[in-house]
């Protein structure tokens, strides 16, 4: 079974013997190991049982590590650099040599990010290696959002998880890519859309994958629970809910539904809030031995609420 724990020099020297370790961002837990190490890479794939062809993000302590790892660093990606990180922002850049094409998956681009954790800054600071890390879930399911989501679905598969606490955003990065030049979002996360179109100006939304993540971006059917889930509409009403059906609500319990058989994502109506709760609610009512089918509420499609309907979609596109 893995030890969790704060220590960073024991996941340090795990890291650098080329082991997987679980570590804490503020979007969620991630997987990481020695992005410049194949062995480490690899393990990375078998341990989330992850096919190759979906590439890494690739985590580094600062901006200015960019130009090691990135051969060309366009002005656009330059300032969403200087206004989000340390945050939930991921760039697409040409990548260079030293990065693995396993890390790519042959892709010629590398996704880069630094994370805003102090555990896992900390760490990547005491490492003369950047760290790939997908989010630490069993390629498929649900991202983990506690140290102990990671020790309960990979523990048996790795020796240490850092502990950091909860995940303060709890939706994955914003995935932003240069194409042709153009600014593209290839995945809805952390940093809002209306975020960056104030930082760059107008960017192409791309995040409607088929089943090529190459292509790049993102499966389909991803973030899923192992209940059928439903989804019904921003302050609407679910379809017929079953006895033993199960409601992640907004902002309110739905009044038809006995209250102990529902979970509320944001009472304040807050969608920052909602994003840090996703995963965790949706993780327990999928555990509830009750329970056996799903309804979740979408958000207004504003700020975070369109990263975590993007989940919420994913989840329920099985
Ligand atoms: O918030 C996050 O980004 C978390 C934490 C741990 O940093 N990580 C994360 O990693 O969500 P993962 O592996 O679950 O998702 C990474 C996504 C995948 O959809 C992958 O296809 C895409 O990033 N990706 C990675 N490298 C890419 C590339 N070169 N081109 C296009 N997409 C890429
Ligand atoms: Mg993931």
Redesign the pocket.
Known sequence: MTDLGTDLPTARRLLETGAVVG?P?E?????AGNALNIDAVLRIFEVKN?PTF????V?IDSAEKLGRYASEVPPAARRLAERFWPG?L?L?LP?RPIIPDL???G?D???L?V?RHPLTLALLRSLDFPLA?????PFGYI?PTTARHVADQLGDRIPYVLDGGPCG?G???T?V?FPGGTPTV??L??VPLEAIEAAIGPVVVRTHSNSN???????LSHYAPRKPLALYPAGGTPGAVGPDDGVLAFRAFRPEVPPERQRVLAPSGDPTEAARNLFAFLRELDARPDLIRLHAELLPETGLGRAVNDRLRRAAAK
């Open positions: 570590i961002t979007t969620v837990y991630g997987l992850r979906d590439p890494l993000i985590h939930p991921t697409l990548k890390v790519t998956s892709l681009t590398v996704a990010r994370p890390a997908p989010s630490a879930n991202s955003v939706v994955e990065s995935i890519g290839f995945r996360g952390g993540p190459a292509a790049p971006g993102m499966l």
